[in-house]
């Protein structure tokens, strides 16, 4: 197939297929003897596990050592459940740090019950620095 028919079969965009390719993460296609790039099943399969491990907000690098998982065979689940624990854990994390944003969002909006001329939420804002937490665990999940 070509990369139009393969972006449409995994619900992707030929650029992020492109993307994924420049990265590391999908296989670069064989050219035809028009110089198209084709696409097979594999190349099918391996973009929609990007795909749902992208859904699953997995970062690139996440998703590469898992790839690097399945491309060696033999490979025992423990390496597969180790990496799914620690983004369990990176969730888990953000997850934290979002609710203290919205914790800390929720304390200024009490602050205001509208109508004045000052705005009580402007001026929490303006204040010395809020206690929340920034909502990172040191990875980077880039969302392409």
């Given at each position: 197939?070509?990369?139009?028919?393969?972006?449409?079969?995994?619900?992707?965009?030929?650029?992020?297929?492109?993307?994924?390719?420049?990265?590391?993460l999908?296989?670069?296609?064989?050219?035809?003897?028009s110089?198209?790039?084709?696409y097979?099943?594999?190349?099918?399969a391996?973009?929609?596990?990007?795909?749902?491990?992208?859904?699953?907000?997995?970062?690139?690098?996440?998703?590469?050592?898992?790839?690097?998982?399945?491309?060696?065979?033999?490979?025992?689940?423990?390496?597969?459940?180790?990496?799914?624990?620690?983004?369990?854990?990176?969730?888990?994390?953000?997850?934290?740090?979002?609710?203290?944003?919205?914790?800390?969002?929720?304390?200024?909006r009490?602050?205001?019950?509208?109508?004045?001329?000052?705005c009580?939420?402007?001026?929490?804002?303006?204040?010395?620095?809020?206690?929340?937490?920034?909502?990172?665990?040191?990875?980077?999940?880039s969302?392409?």
């Open positions: 197939m070509k990369i139009g028919e393969l972006a449409a079969s995994a619900g992707a965009t030929v650029e992020t297929i492109r993307y994924y390719e420049k990265a590391g999908l296989p670069g296609a064989v050219r035809d003897a110089n198209y790039r084709v097979g099943d594999a190349h099918l391996r973009l929609r596990l990007i795909r749902n491990c992208r859904l699953l907000d997995m970062s690139h690098d996440e998703i590469r050592t898992l790839l690097a998982l399945v491309d060696t065979p033999g490979q025992a689940c423990d390496e597969v459940n180790a990496l799914v624990d620690a983004h369990i854990g990176h969730l888990d994390a953000r997850i934290a740090a979002l609710s203290s944003l919205r914790d800390t969002l929720g304390a200024l009490a602050r205001c019950a509208g109508g004045s001329e000052a009580l939420i402007v001026d929490g804002l303006s204040d010395a620095p809020l206690a929340a937490q920034p909502v990172t665990d040191g990875c980077h999940h969302a392409k």
